[in-house]
């Protein structure tokens, strides 16, 4: 199916386009509006569901409603329900420039598509289009909008393969300045279209081959979703898909060129599914990333084969049953072909290094934790293997201290003398509760005091009349985990605190754990 004509929405000027915004907002059409139609969304084969969306939207008989209908769920309206929604001036423009059209008989459908992120709009192609049409924002742009949105505040960021642009609005609020490109000059046209509808100054658009159009330049943030679908030349697959042939084509070729395009402690994050064949992700890590960086994978679990291809099989099909049976098939006999182990969803954060030892490393994580997660856990992830990475000496030197939002817990089992304190970090560092005794616990309330911990070692030494060389040794593993479960964070990776402590009873783990605990919430 063709695509439509782009050329009569680039006529529009910024002014008509906030207008056009400005009706959406007025009528009620939010983000969490969509939100609340679309819990039926999400699953192949959408149209199997329209007829309950429908059923839905009749329910509410509102302006709202029949504007989703329009924009978002690709239904017709009436052309009088056309002009209640835009008013007859807007109605006409958006007729006139190809954004609207009718079938001759009074009903109006929308020739493209329109998605909200971050109370956003972002107008995008059909995706049944195929071809060259531009993707709009899906679950996992969501997702790497949000990490990239609290990273912190930037000079200059890189949106590389823009897309719609979704990623450079998410951007545009954190960076000074903000430069977006993609090889597709459809997607750089509606790029600039929807940064005039939501009235964003701050974000340049390059037609540009990866980073051809930005050689030289440094970037203090880098955020890339390639396409990563693995695909066979026989496949024809629309260009938002197409991973090529192992699903990594243009993902390797990022996260080689990405270290040169960062600026001093620069940071890319890169959202993607990940190809597994023989070697561990480490090994693919070590082998793509180019020199000048460290990485860290977090990779949740594989995902399904069969459900993988009949996702993306019936978003290129639009329910023609014919081309999805061949398609689902011979995409599924493609993987099979490749001998691809398993595929999962993956982020990768990569940092530059200007000096000192580079490191690779990874973390399992469940699919849910996207929604945990956010960019400053992820600087703190780096900053703690940074600090490991770097030797005996450094960690010695460096002060820590506990992360802002640590929770311990007071255990006093019954079946014990000793006390235990369970460790619960932060929720979006990802990690599970871990229990250390009452000595340790009182050997870190000293080094978060402390101004560096061998400071704290020492005087901990002092008040226990004890050898600071075994201490040390005792417990230097004992640190290492705590960093890398994000208990203890290095001051200069993130900003810590003094502990005030709130006290109250509670069971924290259920009856059956017997056991008295008093908590302490620690807000830093």
């Known amino acids: 199916m063709p695509l439509p004509d782009i050329s009569g929405l680039?006529?529009?000027?910024s002014e008509q386009w906030r207008a056009f915004s400005d009706r959406l907002r007025s009528i009620g059409l939010s983000q969490q509006y969509a939100a609340s139609l679309q819990r039926l969304g999400g699953r192949p084969w959408q149209a199997l569901q329209e007829p309950l969306l429908v059923w839905n939207l009749n329910q509410q008989d509102s302006l709202s409603a029949k504007t989703f209908a329009l924009l978002m769920a690709n239904l017709p309206v009436s052309q009088n329900d056309a002009r209640s929604i835009f008013g007859h001036a807007l109605t006409d423009l958006l007729y006139d420039c190809g954004f609207l059209t009718t079938d001759g008989q009074g009903w109006i459908t929308s020739n493209f598509d329109l998605r909200i992120i971050d109370d956003c709009y972002v107008i995008c192609d059909h995706l049944f289009h195929g071809g060259d049409a531009v993707m709009g924002p899906g679950s996992t742009t969501g997702v790497l909008c949000r990490l990239s949105a609290s990273?912190?505040?930037v000079d200059l960021a890189l949106d590389l393969g823009c897309g719609a642009g979704s990623n450079a609005l998410a951007l545009s609020p954190i960076a000074n300045k903000v430069i977006a490109t993609d090889i597709n000059p459809r997607a750089v046209s509606l790029t600039k279209i929807n940064l005039q509808l939501n009235d964003v100054q701050n974000v340049e658009v390059r037609e540009s081959?990866?980073?051809d159009l930005v050689r030289g330049t440094k970037f203090d943030l880098i955020v890339h979703q390639p396409p990563f679908v693995p695909t066979s030349n026989a496949m024809c697959a629309a260009m938002f898909l197409n991973g090529g042939e192992h699903g990594d084509g243009i993902l390797a070729q990022v996260l080689f060129q990405i270290p040169e395009y960062l600026s001093t402690n620069g940071l890319a994050l890169v959202l993607t599914d990940l190809p597994v064949f023989d070697e561990s992700p480490i090994e693919y890590l070590q082998r793509t990333v180019g020199p000048g960086a460290d990485a860290l994978l977090l990779i949740c679990p594989a995902m399904d084969m069969d459900e993988y291809c009949i996702r993306y099989s019936s978003?290129?099909?639009?329910?023609?049953?014919?081309?999805?049976?061949?398609?689902?098939?011979?995409?599924?006999e493609h993987l099979e072909k490749i001998g691809l182990k398993s595929l999962h969803p993956a982020l990768i954060a990569v940092q530059k290094r200007c000096s000192g030892t580079e490191w690779r490393d990874s973390i399992s994580v469940p699919i849910s934790s996207w929604q945990r997660i956010s960019g400053s856990s992820i600087r703190t992830m780096l900053a703690v293997r940074d600090l490991l990475a770097e030797g005996l000496d450094a960690l010695l030197a460096s002060p820590l201290n506990f992360a802002p939002g640590l929770t311990a817990l007071k255990a006093v089992y019954s079946s014990e003398t000793a006390t235990t304190i369970v460790l619960m970090s932060p929720d979006d560092m990802l990690s599970e509760p871990t229990e250390i005794n009452l000595p340790q616990w009182e050997l870190l309330q000293v080094i978060a005091e402390a101004p560096k911990l061998l400071t704290a070692i020492q005087e901990y030494a002092e008040r226990i009349q004890g050898s600071a060389d075994a201490i040390l040794k005792d417990n230097i593993n004992l640190l290492a985990r705590l960093l890398h479960l994000g208990v203890l964070i290095p001051v200069r990776g993130a900003s810590g605190g003094r502990l005030t402590n709130g006290h109250k009873e509670e069971n924290a783990f259920g009856d059956d754990w017997k056991s008295r605990f008093i908590r302490a919430n620690y807000k830093l």
Not at 10 to 13: D, Q
Not at 315 to 332: L, P, S
């Open 10 to 13: 680039l006529r529009i000027t």
């Open 151 to 153: 990273v912190g505040q």
């Open 209 to 211: 081959n990866l980073f």
């Open 315 to 332: 978003v290129e099909c639009a329910m023609q049953f014919e081309d999805y049976d061949k398609r689902v098939t011979g995409r599924r």
